[in-house]
């Protein structure tokens, strides 16, 4: 039999931690060998408290039991995300995960929903999404496995504290053979032939060999840039916040089922509720404001009493130029970053690892990684990050703000050309780009586009085929199901307490 | 709106300029919107006859034609398969269904086990797992019925079908939705100062007027000519063949309900059944086979060859399909050999699109923009789909066959083949219309499979035993076997079709 590949992470946190514990998963002892190297000393950056759908599809694959999880995170429900003063001060949408009405005649609902309010005047957009209408109210269920019904129109994520997840996986991971030293990064050894990563050193004189590494080691690439040298696409000019400060505080209020994200003078702060305590943090431009300045901001506008220091992150929006180079496939930070606006953070360390997964088959289990494979990989990733870029500038280039320089710069700035045709199709049209794969789908543009004031000019003319008075009806009765449909649900706090609260977990080790 | 389309212009007498016509005129039926078409007959490149693919019945469903009286009128058969005979040396064969492969086993396709059979050298063939295989095998149809969770509704199809009677049947029924003909060819194609289309004029001297205009005469295109200022992608180089010869010929005496399509030293014959006569023809590459001597192969291969047409092309596509106010459909907007069923199919899937992204204006740019991404992607992806007949197996010899693998294929095409030679992924597109079932059916056909499939696949399907899968192939027969056979079932239904009219 051969020997089985082995794989070394460097770097913990939640992309150390989510690839071990999906590797374990996925392949049998003699297919893979994980060791996990992190230092107790560096602290993890932990963003990405709050998380998209798609991370049920991880959990379920690799097998954990989500009340399980979500009692040792101190988790609760997340339907969307709330933007505050975006377009203009005073303004709050909410981007739900979830559709608006649904298609008529193969029309997609909006069409009907602008022609309606040209002609008759019809009620906001928000009041034909049950995620939006149960979010306002802090109510939540779970989806009806029933597709007709109003209440399958709707998916859920989690907000959590990631260090906890990171620990619950650590947990997971362990329990499933994968090795763990605690040990900083001294050293990384390079084939003379090849280039390729032969070992890394440690700072307790031992080497670690392996077949493949996966750079965790957030921003700053410890392998894939600093020892490889693999270079880093920039996309400031677009998305020019570089720094954030987070500070958790005391949860005050009710416990929302989503996250909050304000337009701030030089940037956005988050406001993300768990069950223990809120998680905060403002993410700015240096340009525009000093990291003293952004703290002190910070610290005066948090919703209970901080629970800490406020902590400061640095980095640079972009993409690394490849995330898989030689043997070294970077994820997380040391891949790219993202801003959290979207919580897209956790969601693409998650398609990292899930295509890493399929590509390591065959030969490359066996240690040779044929080019083709890691250009397909390659693409693949630079795609999904393309496409969360374009959707993120859309947020701070759809603005009418005048009150703040960052406004004024990201109003006017030049944008891609990919996003410029989305904008400017959907303003003449309402007709939204669509594609197959990539992370966001039609509702979470039109979320955007309506939440930021880009109000079409026109819609669908094959939604005028419907009779007008049939339209009226329809949407009314749309809009009175969500209602009734939102009246059943229990609040998100009951909810919670039945079926995850944290009081009630079991030991750490516990379900496992 | 000012400056609404109010008039539409559909030049050419093709089944795709009737489609479009008949498409347009339904969809916008509540703004009474005028629909012409300036019927200049099949134009040169008209075939004797065609087989398609499952896409054309949702478009005949859009435009409201009843099924069965299509078929009773036109004589036209159902297609479950094509069958591809010596593409991959003499005595090769094999079927590309228009249905599963198996059941999906959890969330895995079932050709992934295929694939992992075949890596641990107990290669099995599709068409045990596939009722339209079985079925078109045996020469047998009925329509698929059931709940989607059913083996009975596990497959789709397609027709066989007659180009003029097509033709006829398409022009009454645009004329019955209100589709105006005017019969002549085109002699003048003027423009407005502000350079759109202006209006055509025909033979008769009548000049016919629109505020849009759409281009279905054929590869010459003499209406999007005038105004397009895009290239051309030339396809030649992965697709030498130039030339189709096709024809009508006396019935089959099996009359399967499938196209076969057979290799030749100079490209593929093909041949098709119809209610009451059959279809055969000839696509080859000119440089490898005089014209003249193509015919006298087709003839000797086909006893009772009648009337024969040729047409000739060169595969390839405009890079924008709409410019301005026009817009080119079929031959006028991609030329590709019907090897796939694609040309029909990418004609339709253009006036799916148009109607999405029907202009608000004269002068409303950002739809075309919009179409051409979309409507070029398609291509695209259809001319990799063709191209990967011919590459994705063993090679056959002969100087033709070397032609057609002599440059490297385009990089889509090669990025496809690569990842799933390495892991048995087969990646889509966003706007690729063959599916990775159908993927699955030609590379498996073509005897490629991977070295390897996703390890957590494999530790899923290892469990799997072919005992296990025995109660599915029986099934499987023993519908099939109860199917009637095709042309009864042709017959009895246009049996029926004509009771329900009369």
């Known amino acids: 039999m051969a020997e089985p590949l082995k794989v070394v992470i460097v770097g913990g946190g939640t992309a150390g931690w989510m690839t071990a514990a999906a590797l374990a998963a996925v392949f049998r002892a003699d297919q893979c060998k994980v060791h996990l190297i992190e230092s107790s000393e560096i602290g993890i950056v932990g963003v990405g408290e709050a998380t998209l759908p798609h991370i049920r599809f991880f959990n379920r694959r690799i097998g954990i039991d989500e009340p399980d999880l979500m009692a040792k995170t101190q988790a609760t429900f997340k339907l969307g995300i709330e933007f505050c003063d975006w377009a203009r001060l005073g303004d709050s949408y909410i981007h739900p995960f979830g559709a608006y009405g649904s298609r008529i005649a193969g029309v997609p609902f909006h069409h009907y929903w602008l022609r309606e309010r040209a002609a008759n005047g019809a009620a906001p957009i928000e009041d034909y999404s049950l995620a939006i209408m149960a979010a306002r109210l802090n109510r939540f269920a779970l989806p009806s496995d029933d597709p007709t019904a109003v209440l399958a129109t709707f998916g859920y994520a989690f907000q959590f504290d990631a260090s906890l997840y990171a620990a619950y996986l650590r947990v997971f991971a362990e329990t499933r053979g994968v090795q763990r030293t605690d040990a900083k990064i001294q050293d990384v050894l390079l084939r003379g032939e090849d280039g390729w990563i032969e070992s890394v050193k440690l700072e307790n004189g031992s080497t670690v060999a392996g077949d493949l590494f996966i750079d965790c080691s957030g921003f700053r690439g410890l392998l894939i840039e600093q020892a490889l040298k693999t270079g880093y696409d920039e996309w400031t000019r677009w998305l020019p916040c570089d720094r954030a400060a987070a500070v958790p505080c005391e949860n005050a209020g009710p416990l929302t089922p989503y996250t909050r994200a304000t337009a701030r003078e030089a940037g956005w702060q988050w406001r993300i509720p768990l069950q223990h305590r809120t998680g905060n943090g403002y993410v700015y431009s240096s340009q525009f404001i000093s990291d003293d300045e952004a703290t002190s901001k910070l610290m005066s506008r948090l919703p209970g009493k901080a629970l800490a220091d406020p902590r400061l992150l640095r980095f640079t929006a972009g993409r690394r130029r490849k995330t898989w180079n030689r043997n070294c496939v970077a994820i997380g930070l040391a891949g790219g970053f993202l801003e959290p606006l979207e919580s897209t953070s956790i969601h693409l360390i998650q398609i990292a690892i899930t295509q890493l997964t399929d590509y390591l088959s065959g030969e490359s289990l066996r240690g040779h990684f044929d080019p083709r494979i890691v250009d397909a990989y390659n693409r693949w990733i630079e795609m999904e990050y393309d496409r969360v870029r374009d959707f993120l500038i859309l947020h701070y280039h759809a603005t009418e703000r005048d009150d703040a320089p960052i406004w004024n710069y990201c109003r006017s700035m030049d944008v891609p050309d990919s996003l410029k045709h989305k904008m400017e199709l959907f303003r003449h049209r309402a007709r939204v780009v669509t594609y197959k794969d990539g992370l966001f789908l039609e509702p979470s543009w039109l979320a955007v586009y309506f939440g930021q004031r880009i109000m079409p000019t026109a819609y669908d003319p094959l939604a005028d085929a419907v009779a007008s008075a049939d339209l009226t009806s329809r949407l009314r009765a749309v809009q009175e199901r969500i209602q009734f449909a939102v009246m059943q649900m229990p609040t998100h706090e009951d909810f919670l307490e039945r079926y995850c609260s944290a009081g009630k977990a079991t030991t750490a080790q516990g379900r496992m | ?502």
């Open chain 2, 1 to 502: 709106v000012s400056g609404a389309i109010q008039r539409v212009v559909i030049a050419g007498g093709t089944p795709v300029a009737w489609l479009a016509a008949a498409a347009l005129r339904r969809a916008f039926r509540h703004r009474d919107l005028h629909v012409t078409v300036i019927d200049s007959g099949g134009g040169k490149d008209a075939p004797a006859g065609r087989w398609t693919l499952p896409s054309q019945r949702g478009m005949h469903g859009l435009v409201g034609i009843n099924e069965r009286d299509l078929m009773r009128r036109t004589g036209a058969t159902f297609k479950l398969a094509s069958e591809h005979l010596g593409w991959h040396g003499a005595g090769s064969g094999f079927l590309h269904a228009h249905g599963d492969i198996g059941s999906d086993l959890g969330a895995t396709p079932f050709y992934k086990y295929l694939l992992l059979q075949a890596i641990t050298g107990r290669p099995e063939n599709p068409e045990h797992y596939s009722l339209a295989a079985v079925a078109a095998r045996l020469g047998r149809f009925a329509r698929p019925m059931g709940s989607d969770a059913e083996l009975t509704s596990s497959f789709t199809y397609a027709f066989h079908l007659d180009e003029s009677s097509y033709i006829a049947y398409l022009r009454e029924h645009a004329a019955r939705l209100g589709v105006h003909r005017i019969a002549g060819d085109i002699v003048d194609v003027a423009r407005a100062e502000s350079g759109n289309l202006d209006a055509l004029t025909v033979a008769s001297g009548e000049r016919i007027a629109g505020d849009y205009f759409i281009d279905c005469t054929g590869a010459d295109a003499p209406v999007m000519n005038k105004i397009a200022r895009g290239g051309r992608d030339d396809w030649t180089p992965w697709l030498p063949c130039d030339r189709m010869i096709s024809a009508l010929t006396p019935p089959l005496a099996d009359a399967a309900p499938l196209t076969r399509i057979t290799a030749t030293d100079a490209g593929w014959l093909w041949r098709a059944p119809l209610a009451q006569a059959a279809l055969a023809g000839y696509v080859f590459s000119s440089a490898h086979l005089e014209e003249r001597a193509a015919l006298v192969q087709l003839e000797q291969s086909v006893p009772g060859l009648q009337v024969s047409a040729l047409n000739r092309f060169a595969s390839g596509r405009r890079q924008k399909f709409w410019e301005r106010n026009c817009i080119a459909l079929g031959t006028a907007a991609v030329e590709l050999e019907p090897l796939a069923g694609a040309d029909l199919h990418l004609a339709l899937l253009g006036i799916g699109t148009l109607l999405e992204l029907f202009p608000l204006d004269t002068h409303s740019q950002v739809e075309s923009v919009e179409y051409n991404r979309i409507m070029g992607e398609h291509a695209d992806a259809l001319r990799d789909f063709t191209i990967a007949h011919y590459r994705a197996g063993r090679a056959r010899p002969g100087e033709f066959w070397d032609a057609t693998r002599s440059v490297p294929p385009p990089p889509s095409l090669a990025a496809k083949l690569d990842l799933y030679s390495a892991n048995g992924r087969i990646v889509l597109a966003d706007h690729e219309s063959f599916e990775e079932t159908d993927w699955a059916w030609l590379l498996m056909g073509a005897g490629r499979y991977p070295d390897s499939i996703e390890a957590q696949i494999q530790t899923r399907l290892e469990k799997i035993t072919l005992a296990e899968l025995a109660p599915l192939r029986a099934r499987i027969q023993q519908l099939a076997a109860s199917m009637p056979p095709h042309i009864e079932y042709v017959r009895r239904q246009s049996e029926q079709a004509q009771h329900a009219k009369s």
